[in-house]
């Protein structure tokens, strides 16, 4: 008895890990007996993915015919990251990141004054990086990444100079990644796929950021679609952390309400004049996204769930 108790845990466990480690995950349109603000941001930011960079501009939000005014603070937060073209994300998220970006800073201090002990002439060429250079560098495949740490203050670039001229490449990058490394911190040169002599950070990646501040998962969110490209078209060991990050999002995502694509008949209602609407009725079941300069649609109410196994 005591042994089919154990298999049966056993095949659980494996069954369960083998379930939740996927990379899919999909929305079950079902009964949603209550839903919050915050439900509906979720959803206003599933459905707002990257084509729009812009801003949401001021969005209604409406639970079953009444409005809902984001007050808490979380939910302030995720409005603020809409509102703006390209949101300041070290600053809105400066106070949740506090204790590791003050970490990080010191980690930094420690990093240049070796390098300055030994004699080299070295500076920290980048530190902080705000989300429209950081497309560009994209743009101009100097990064291969949308959102990167130092959009968090979380990430810096040392410089090394001879006689005043930076140099591009020396294995003095090897060197300052090891005492970076000694000191806690991650090295670029250590990158699969896009390695980065000069680049250090204080998370081994995304996933690890977003396992220790889940609230930053809506940030990611937005560029789902990137990271879902990414794992389908990339080499499988030049993405292990993209499929570790949509793991990880996936997690915080499963039970959560979501917006299905969903075939409904779309009931008689007066248009909002505004650009930018979230209306969820739980009694038909139903959410109503529009965002800024995009029409409108209905989409079933459900809840995140794994994908079915093929
Ligand atoms: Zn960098």
Redesign the pocket.
């Known amino acids: 008895m005591r042994y089919v108790l154990f298999v049966g845990l056993l095949f659980f466990f494996f069954f369960f890990q083998a379930q939740v480690d996927s990379t899919q995950i999909f929305c079950r349109a079902q009964p949603v007996s209550s839903l919050g603000i915050l439900d509906l941001l979720a959803m206003y930011r599933q459905r707002d993915t990257l084509q729009s960079h812009g801003a949401s501009g001021h969005v209604r939000w409406q639970i079953n015919g009444l409005e809902v005014v984001p007050t808490d603070s979380i939910a302030r937060k995720y409005v603020a990251s809409l509102d703006a073209d390209y949101p300041a994300l070290d600053s809105l998220w400066s106070s949740y990141l506090q204790a590791d970006v003050q970490a990080f800073a010191a980690q930094k201090d420690s990093l240049m004054q070796h390098l300055r002990t030994k004699g080299w002439s070295a500076r920290y060429v ?1 530190a902080i990086r705000n989300l429209k250079r950081q497309q560009q560098l994209k743009l101009t495949g100097r990064s291969q990444v949308l959102l ?3 959009n968090f203050n979380l ?3 040392v410089g090394i100079y001879s006689r005043g001229r930076y140099l591009r490449r020396s294995p003095r990058y090897t060197l300052m990644g090891q005492e970076a490394k000694s000191l806690g911190l991650y090295w ?1 040169g250590d990158f699969v796929g896009f390695p ?1 002599p ?2 250090v ?1 204080r998370f081994a990646n995304s996933a690890a950021l977003v396992r220790q501040y889940p609230l930053l998962a809506f940030e990611f969110e937005k560029y789902r679609d990137h990271y879902a490209r990414i794992y389908a078209t990339g080499r499988t060991e030049n993405v292990q952390d993209t499929k570790e990050l949509l793991v990880t999002l996936n997690r915080l995502k499963l039970g959560q309400i979501c917006a299905c694509q969903y075939a409904l008949i779309p009931p008689q209602m007066e248009p909002l004049a505004e650009a930018a609407y979230v209306r969820a009725d739980t009694r038909a079941g139903w959410v109503y996204i529009q965002s800024r300069g995009e029409n409108g649609y209905y989409y079933g109410l459900g809840r995140w769930e794994i994908s079915p196994k093929r």
């Open positions: 980048q990167s740490f130092h990430a810096a670039d670029g980065d000069g680049h950070q």
